[in-house]
Each structure stands twice: as C-alpha cells, then as structure tokens.
C-alpha cells in the first residue's frame, strides 16, 4: 500500500497536469468528477483510494494544494498547472516585495531570462523567505531571489493569489529580480 504523501502526489500529477493518466478529464476550470477519479485511480494505478482518504489529503496537505467543490462531487488543484484551466482567479495587488525560491543550476538562466513559467501556466512566488527556501530545496542548493512585485504591478504586470495564497504572475523580467540568498 502506498503512503499518504505518495498518494497526494500522484493526486497532484493528475490535477495539475495528466488527468489522462486514470482515465479522466478535467473541465475547463480545472474540476474532476470525484467518483470518476476515485474509480480511474483504482482501476488504472497502483494506488488505492476511497473518499475518505481523499479527503484527508485535501484536509492534511500542507500546501492546500487541493479544494472540493461545496457537495464534494468535484475537486481540483488550486494552481500550478500546466494544463490550460480557469482556477478562477482574481487579479490582486501585490505586496512590494515578492519571493522565488530554485536550485543553484538554474541562477544564470534566470539572471539572463528572467523568472518563466516553464512547463506550468504559472510563475509561482511566495510572500515569505521560508517558504521559498523550501521550495528551492526541491530543486537542489537553493537560491531565493527577491521580486520587486509593487513595481511589476505599477508597470502594469497582473498578479493573482491562488487559494492556498500562492502568488502568481505570468513571468519576471530580470529588472525586477534580486539574488538574496545563495
């Protein structure tokens, strides 16, 4: 039987960005059919899944990557996909200052470049320096570049906040990136 965290990821691959994988589809604002998807991931994976554990994932994942419908017939990621979907959100204004946290390998390529989305639809930021050493982590040594969002937003950039109070906005440009911690 897989763990918990195994299954929350595999839940992820399919939310974000293979529904495919089990069978399923996602509608045009990234919700699946909950019995659809708890039939597909049994049918076709490894994993084994009911309700009550999905629902304890959505309850217990510590990033909230995941929202029920209001009858909990629907469920969705809240970003990070790489599928094209409407999550619903909203534009906000940013707070002045901004966070990315990556692994060492990809400093010169952003430096150059500019923070992008990459295969998501999303450059992701967080409001904290924790959260994005965190993030950096998974990615090897981690580097946190500091965003200047206020400054984006006055030029003009959208930002938007998921659900889970991610941040985010379609790209940086380098003009508005620095390395704080290496």
């Given at each position: 039987?897989?763990?918990?965290?195994?299954?929350?990821?595999?839940?992820?691959?399919?939310?974000?960005?293979?529904?495919?994988?089990?069978?399923?589809?996602?509608?045009?604002?990234?919700?699946?059919?909950?019995?659809?998807?708890?039939?597909?991931?049994?049918?076709?994976?490894?994993?084994?899944?009911?309700?009550?554990?999905?629902?304890?994932?959505?309850?217990?994942?510590?990033?909230?990557?995941?929202?029920?419908?209001?009858?909990?017939?629907?469920?969705?990621?809240?970003?990070?996909?790489?599928?094209?979907?409407?999550?619903?959100?909203?534009?906000?204004?940013?707070?002045?200052?901004?966070?990315?946290?990556?692994?060492?390998?990809?400093?010169?390529?952003?430096?150059?470049?500019?923070?992008?989305?990459?295969?998501?639809?999303?450059?992701?930021?967080?409001?904290?320096?924790?959260?994005?050493?965190?993030?950096?982590?998974?990615h090897g040594k981690p580097c946190v570049f500091e965003v200047k969002a206020g400054d984006m937003h006055r030029r003009g950039y959208k930002?938007?906040?998921?659900?889970?109070?991610?941040?985010?906005?379609?790209?940086?440009?380098?003009?508005?990136?620095?390395?704080?911690?290496?």
């Open positions: 039987m897989k763990s918990m965290k195994d299954t929350s990821i595999f839940l992820s691959l399919i939310l974000r960005h293979k529904p495919e994988t089990v069978g399923i589809s996602l509608d045009p604002y990234g919700w699946a059919d909950v019995s659809q998807l708890i039939d597909g991931i049994n049918a076709t994976s490894k994993y084994s899944i009911d309700m009550k554990t999905l629902e304890e994932i959505v309850r217990t994942d510590s990033k909230q990557r995941y929202s029920f419908s209001p009858d909990k017939t629907r469920i969705r990621a809240n970003q990070g996909h790489s599928v094209k979907v409407d999550v619903g959100l909203e534009q906000s204004e940013p707070p002045e200052i901004l966070f990315h946290g990556t692994g060492e390998k990809y400093v010169s390529s952003i430096l150059s470049q500019g923070l992008k989305p990459q295969s998501r639809l999303y450059v992701h930021l967080s409001k904290d320096t924790q959260t994005a050493v965190s993030v950096g982590s998974r930002f938007f906040i998921s659900a889970n109070g991610v941040w985010l906005t379609e790209s940086v440009p380098p003009v508005f990136l620095k390395m704080i911690k290496k």
